[in-house]
């Protein structure tokens, strides 16, 4: 797997405010998904009580070189009448 498999860079946002305050606020919240490097991984973990949730928080330890935290970027139910997993992808 690649580390940054669709890395592009991040187009301009056209934004119309009265003021500079929230277009501050939008720059940097833009700076923070696509100014650093992101680590993109598919895991599947078991499913836990309480259910996890989009952008819940994740620490992952040996789990194939991924380990650290990481969020939660998209869940998939994997039930299989055995056990309960769930397909997990995460960003780090």
Known sequence: ???????????RIETYFDTQTPADTVATRGLTLFGQP??????SLPMA?????LGDDIELTEADGKNGYYKVMD????WDGEIPLLDVEVWG
């Open 49 to 53: 009580d309480p259910l996890m949730e």
């Open 75 to 78: 869940i998939v139910d994997k």
């Open 38 to 43: 992101r680590y993109r991984a598919n895991v």
């Open 1 to 11: 797997m690649a580390t940054y498999p669709w890395a592009i860079v991040a187009e």
